[in-house]
């Protein structure tokens, strides 16, 4: 016969067990809603993949659901085969979640290059191999030794002996998010003042996963039920819900990382022993043979082939200098400048040197230069320039008393080439007869071309008789030049005039001019094809 002891502790025992069996439903609920808003949240995300770690964090959100959606039926199951059919199912999302974790965190924290093909292939490696161990464990019983259900809890569990390779899922798990937690809080402390809130969410959220995985691998939640989808979901819908309220991976400074790698400015960066502490892409580029082998080495090392640049270093200040490289056979031109990096507390920590190419600015300044001093069509010295030059040596030979010389040469009847044979032949034969009177001057005379089918030349530290027979000569190889035309060839003859002086003393250069055009005018009189002189002094 049952006391009334025995009647109210039934009671209180039915009484518990119905608590139970509520929680566990209101559980298997909770599972099934967070299952869909991380669909919903993944859709959305899908919509909006043009933001950056949109798609990553779709993926995950999407993983989420696979796994909240199988768990909450294997929890409504009752049977070993039916649990062990959405155990499977659970891992095409569980066994996934590690590797989209930490490519997120990557792409959070502005490192995407280092998410090349063989770094992805390896970070899928485990995952992969969890999936297909989870889905033949009946085989070999690596994942799982043993599995059966729990029929002595208020509802059928799946209860089961963890294989070697769980431990493996398990330790890849803990050090992805370890991993992920890490970098995100390097990314947190570097982030300037305006930006650290954002980064703070992104931190915060990371750290929800643990809540989850230590209570359930601790064996501390209640009934032995797996929170971890719960908290992954928080996860997503936190890190979700700032990628769009607060633009994260738009504004967080992080992206210094990708500026820093797409900058077109090559940079180097150097501790306070000047040793190499990073670069970009661009410097590579620059620098010969700079690879990420050269981090922790000393500078005088790795920038042995660029003296300038280490002078520049050794110096301590901003001032700018101008680097010249040769790549291919072709001259590259760079402005160097190094500038000390300060911590907060205002101490020296390291420098940066930064290399700007100015190649095509100095290109254009080249450029710019030579039609300011040349002659478009010979090549040479224009009248300006040539006289600008001509002052100055005039000067150098007024102070050291030196003898001087200047040649007037004109081309004889050139007139009746251009109306013979056409200006281009007229063209041909001035770019010629400028090629035979280069060949047979010195490196030290000046050569330009006076105007038209006029030239002058400069002879500095040179006699009336030098400048006489460097005239002569110039004549003569004029004259046996012939000169290939499109209808068959020619030769042409030149008249010189030669004005010289002993000692430069007073002299101006507009008479020397005068006197070696009256001498060309007398060489022209006299028949053309010879060389008359005037004497100064």
């Known amino acids: 016969m049952m006391t009334s002891a025995n009647r109210a502790f039934l009671l209180l025992v039915k009484k518990d067990v119905i608590v139970m069996l509520h929680g566990y439903l209101a559980y298997i609920v909770a599972l099934l809603i967070a299952s869909v808003i991380s669909l919903l949240m993944a859709l959305f995300l899908f919509i909006r993949r043009t933001k950056t770690g949109a798609v990553v964090l779709a993926y995950l959100m999407l993983s989420t659901s696979v796994y909240s959606l199988g768990y909450a039926f294997e929890l ?16 095409l999302g569980i066994s ?42 009946s085989y070999h019983h690596l994942y799982y030794s043993s599995v059966s259900v729990n029929l002595n809890s208020p509802f059928p569990l799946l209860v089961f002996t963890k294989g070697p390779w769980y431990w493996v899922h398990v330790a890849f798990t803990n050090l992805s998010i370890l991993c992920g937690n890490i970098m995100l809080l390097d990314m947190w402390r570097r982030s300037a003042p305006s930006y650290s809130r954002q980064a703070a969410i992104i931190l915060i959220a990371s750290l929800a996963p643990w809540a989850g995985l230590i209570i359930y691998q601790t064996g501390r939640s209640p009934w032995d039920l797996d929170l971890t989808p719960f908290t992954f979901t928080c996860t997503g ?29 090559g940079v180097l960066v150097v501790d306070t022993s000047d040793r190499i502490v990073d670069f970009n892409p661009t410097a590579q580029l620059i620098v010969k043979k700079l690879s990420k082998k050269d981090i922790g080495r000393p500078a005088k090392e790795v920038l042995a082939d660029y003296p300038e640049l280490l002078k520049q270093l050794s110096v301590n200040n901003n001032e700018q200098n101008n680097l010249q490289t040769s790549q291919g056979g072709v001259s590259y031109y760079y402005n160097s400048r190094v500038t000390p990096v300060m911590n907060d507390k205002n101490k020296l920590i390291g420098k940066t040197i930064v290399l700007n190419d100015i190649t095509q600015q100095v290109l254009l300044h080249e450029k710019l230069s030579k039609l300011a001093t040349l002659d478009a069509l010979t090549n040479i010295f224009n009248r300006r320039h040539f006289l600008d030059l001509s002052n100055d040596e005039l000067c150098h030979a007024k102070q050291s008393g030196t003898s001087i010389s200047l040649i007037l040469m004109d081309l004889d009847h050139f007139k009746q080439i251009n109306d013979t044979y056409g200006h281009k032949a007229g063209d041909i034969v001035i770019t010629t007869v400028t090629a035979v009177c280069s060949n047979n001057l010195r490196v030290t005379d000046l050569f330009g071309r006076y105007g038209g ?26 004259a046996v030049t012939r000169i290939e035309l499109d209808d068959g060839s020619i030769t042409v003859t030149a008249s010189f005039g030669v004005a010289s002086a002993d000692k430069a003393g007073d002299i101006e250069l507009d008479e020397l001019l005068k006197n070696a055009d009256e001498a060309l005018y007398e060489a022209k009189e006299a028949g053309r094809n010879c060389v008359r002189r005037r004497f100064l002094n």
């Not at 409504?76 to 891992?91: D, E, I, N, P, V």
């Not at 490192?111 to 090349?116: A, P, V, Y």
Request: charged fraction near 20%; include cysteine.
């Open 76 to 91: 409504a199951c009752s049977t070993l085969s039916g649990m062990l059919f959405w155990s499977k199912f659970q891992y």
């Open 96 to 137: 996934i979640i590690p590797a989209l974790w930490i490519i997120m965190v990557i792409q959070m924290t502005g490192k995407d290059r280092w998410l090349t093909r063989p770094v992805l292939i390896a970070i899928f490696i485990i995952p992969f191999t969890t999936f297909i161990l989870h889905l033949t464990d």
């Open 237 to 265: 819908l936190i890190t979700a819900w700032g990628l769009f309220q607060y633009r994260l991976f738009d504004l967080i400074p992080v992206a210094r990382d990708k500026v820093f790698d797409s900058m077109r400015d």
């Open 453 to 478: 089918e006029e030239f002058v030349a400069f002879l500095p530290e040179t006699s009336s008789e030098e400048a006489f027979q460097i005239a002569e000569r110039l004549r003569q190889n004029i």
